[in-house]
Nanobody, 116 residues
């Protein structure tokens, strides 16, 4: 599985950004992760092949992960962003069970998100 992210950039606090991950191949579990400078990578959201989703507590109600089967992309809609949402966002493909702390073994190169 090959993954290519796009859509990163800058936003003001309270604004929105949309990230997209183009997927070559198939995976039963897709996730978005982020890593801020000096911090460990953390799982943000995941979606399985049935459309079931899971979110980190810090983004629940603000972020939405979705899979566009026609385009084979996995998107992350980020609303009401705050400074703590900044970092490098990467999408990843994994195996069931589709959990944020699950097994992800294919990674994209990452896209930068800055919130000011």
């Amino acid at each position: 599985v090959q993954l290519v992210e796009s859509g990163g950039g800058s936003a003001q606090a309270g604004g929105s950004l949309r990230l997209s991950c183009a997927v070559s191949g198939h995976s039963d579990c897709m996730g978005w992760f982020r890593q801020a400078p000096g911090k460990e990578r953390e799982g943000v959201a995941a979606v399985d092949s049935n459309g079931a989703t899971s979110y980190a507590d810090s983004v629940k109600g603000r972020f939405t992960i979705s899979h566009d089967a026609a385009k084979n992309t996995v998107d992350l809609q980020m609303d009401s962003v705050n400074v703590e949402d900044g970092g490098t966002y990467s999408c990843a493909a994994g195996s069931p069970p589709c959990e944020l702390h699950g097994q992800f073994n294919s990674w994209g190169q990452g896209t930068q998100v800055t919130v000011s």
